[in-house]
């Protein structure tokens, strides 16, 4: 006789999430746990790493949300969830643990672990989490296998594992081949002792079904037919479908609200199974409460009793977001307003927990987030959706801890060539930069430091410059300390059109004397909009609109064709990088453009006298 209150273990289920730094091979080892275990018909077309969804998760190959899907192994349901490897999204990965009953730490056999290892794993230890530790891409000609084995125990006692967690069993694979063994001198014909592995190790969920029911939700899905959906793992209890329920809040941001249960769905395999009734352990999605965010708890109506909620690490860096006010506004964009952009910021804090919006006024907002590439996501999924905006330059958002002035501080893990070492210093020493560790890897060096923030703002460019495009550089919050006095920043000044016009050769061939430009002929251009850097630290102003007075007299020699220097075209974080205090880009679905606030030169010339 079971006893009220006993924990129940549901045996034909497991939780997992797979963890681990950027691009050491989640997403292609869910897709052969997919493959192995029969989701796909043998003459299926299968797309790679089909858990990324999202186009921009494919163009950059990384994943940027949490996903969910389940396969089957000698029956038992694995709920898999794949989680960012990029520190900008760990709060993902933060509230995803708490899903989950185990994970696979999946470390690159070359690389081994990485900053973002560190952080993703020091956070499935405290929540006391058994770990599987799977060493990928053994086939990889510079593999170092026992060498990254013996770092990643040494990482576990570094963040005081358990003796539990020291044991932890260890697979070698190669996910892009779809083999996994016990030793790394073996090769393995497939992923059964993965499989195997996780059916012995990871316990299954405990539960007790005869206690009121209760949810936190830890993701949150939209679907235009059925509204917002919450995603979680239900912690006790059955949920069923109509069912009357509560959501209370543990932090009390919100007062408890009333709402039903419409439909409720469970992960097979790449697909959503609507169910009449979900038991505690499993992980769900459900519809029909219109409001319901991340970190509230769906409970029974008589036992409104919110779960604790994982405190999310504070954003570190702000950019402020205004209605496009340039010549040119309007033109490219389908959604040009403040009260779109103002609807858009706001829709993206239901999923996004480490965002944070505020009114400036009506026409401008300031978004924090936990790093450059977070907010250069944001923008960029905005613009692929016909907004049309501006952002100023990303500033560091300071904190004051006892009576002092605190700045966000990173560790940096940068793998160059040994010839590169030199030049990485020499740059990163004026930027504040301190040293923890130098080890040689093979023919590389590995260099580990503590970098304010704001040294890395507008680094990552010089840094590929200097290791000739070999360099790897990763980067994970670290901590707050103390200010640690000013860095210096952009040396060169711009290049600023003079007037409205299309930029013609003869005008552009005159003005790349003075510095390298950023556009091409025919290039649209208004007074104001920067069009080049100059190595000189003042801004100057260029007329790339003017062209060649025509003569009746032709002078031997004034006909020669005109060369070009190929522009410097940036990317959207090559931009956001380069912006000073007094300009701002201008972002449209077809134009990425820089420009000075003030268009106006007189104008930009009487301040400039001011000051």
Not at 41 to 55: I, L, P
Not at 267 to 277: A, D, H, Q, R
Not at 353 to 379: C, K, P, Q, W, Y
Not at 533 to 558: F, L, T, Y
Request: proline share 5%; charged share 25%; with cysteine.
């Amino acid at each position: 006789m079971k006893k009220e209150g006993e924990l129940l273990k549901d045996e034909t289920l497991r939780n997992i999430a797979i963890i681990a730094h950027v691009d050491h091979g989640k997403t292609t080892l869910v897709d052969q746990l997919l493959k192995q275990s029969g989701v796909y018909r043998d003459n299926q077309a299968v797309t790679e790493r089909v858990m990324d969804s999202g186009d921009l998760e494919r163009e950059r190959g990384i994943t940027i949300l949490a996903k969910n899907t389940s396969v089957r192994y000698k029956g038992v349901k694995i709920n898999i969830v794949d989680t960012p490897g990029h520190a900008d999204f760990g709060g993902e990965v933060e509230r995803i643990l708490k899903m989950v009953d185990g994970v696979l730490l999946l470390v690159d056999a070359f690389e081994g672990p990485m900053p973002q290892t560190r952080f993703v794993l020091q956070r499935a230890l405290e929540l006391e989490h058994r770990v599987i530790i799977v060493v990928n891409k053994i086939d990889r000609p510079d593999a170092r296998p026992g060498e990254v084995t013996d770092e990643t125990l040494e990482l576990l006692m570094d963040l005081n594992a358990s003796d539990e967690q020291l044991d932890s069993p260890i697979i070698y694979c190669s996910a892009k081949k779809g083999v996994a063994s016990l030793s790394w001198e073996e090769t393995g014909t497939d992923m059964q002792p993965l499989f195997d592995t996780i059916l012995e190790y990871i316990q299954p969920p405990r539960a007790e079904l005869d206690q009121p029911v209760q949810m936190l939700v830890s993701s949150i899905d939209y679907n235009e037919y059925v509204g917002r959906m919450a995603i979680g793992k239900i912690q006790r209890g059955v949920l069923r479908q109509g069912q009357e329920v509560i959501v209370c809040d543990y932090h009390e941001r919100t007062a408890p609200y009333k709402g039903k249960i419409s439909n409720i769905y469970q992960f097979e395999n790449l697909e959503k199974t609507p169910v009449s009734e979900a038991t505690a352990g499993n992980i769900v999605s459900v519809s029909g409460i219109e409001g319901i965010t991340i970190g509230e708890t769906v409970c029974d109506v008589s036992a409104a009793e919110p779960l604790p909620f994982v405190e999310i690490s504070p954003p570190t860096i702000e950019m402020v977001f205004s209605v496009n006010d340039s010549p040119f506004a309007g033109r490219e964009g389908r959604f040009v307003t403040s009260r779109n952009l103002r609807d858009r910021l706001f829709r993206e804090l239901l999923k996004d927990v480490s965002l944070r919006v505020a009114e400036l006024n009506t026409d401008s907002f300031a978004v924090a987030g936990r790093g450059e590439m977070h907010l250069s996501i944001l923008i960029e999924t905005m613009r692929r959706e016909g907004y049309e905006f501006q952002v100023g330059t990303p500033r560091v958002l300071f904190q004051t801890i006892d009576g002092r002035k605190c700045e966000p501080i990173e560790r940096v893990v940068i793998d160059v060539p040994e010839n590169a070492v030199g030049a990485v210093m020499e740059k990163l020493g004026p930027r504040k930069g301190e040293m923890i560790g130098m080890n040689p890897i093979g023919s590389r060096m590995r260099l580990e430091l503590l970098v304010p923030s704001r040294g890395l703002l507008g680094y990552r460019n010089e840094f590929l410059t200097d290791t000739k495009g070999e360099g790897i550089m990763n980067s994970v919050f670290y901590d707050y300390e103390p200010y640690k006095g000013d860095i210096p920043t952009r040396t060169g000044g711009s290049l600023i059109a003079f007037e409205t016009g299309e930029a013609v050769g003869y005008g552009l061939w005159n003005a790349q004397d003075r510095g390298t430009l950023f556009i091409v002929p025919q290039t649209p251009v208004y007074a104001g909009m920067i069009v080049g850097v100059s190595p000189k630290s003042e801004d100057i102003v260029v007329n790339v609109c003017k062209k060649k007075q025509a003569s009746n007299i032709r002078a031997a020699g004034s006909d020669e064709a005109i060369r070009l220097v190929p522009p410097r075209l940036m990317s959207l974080e090559q931009a956001l990088e380069f912006i000073r205090e007094d300009e701002l880009l201008e972002v449209t679905p077809e134009n990425l453009r820089l420009r000075k606030k003030i268009l106006d030169h007189a104008q930009r010339m009487r301040l400039r006298a001011k000051k």
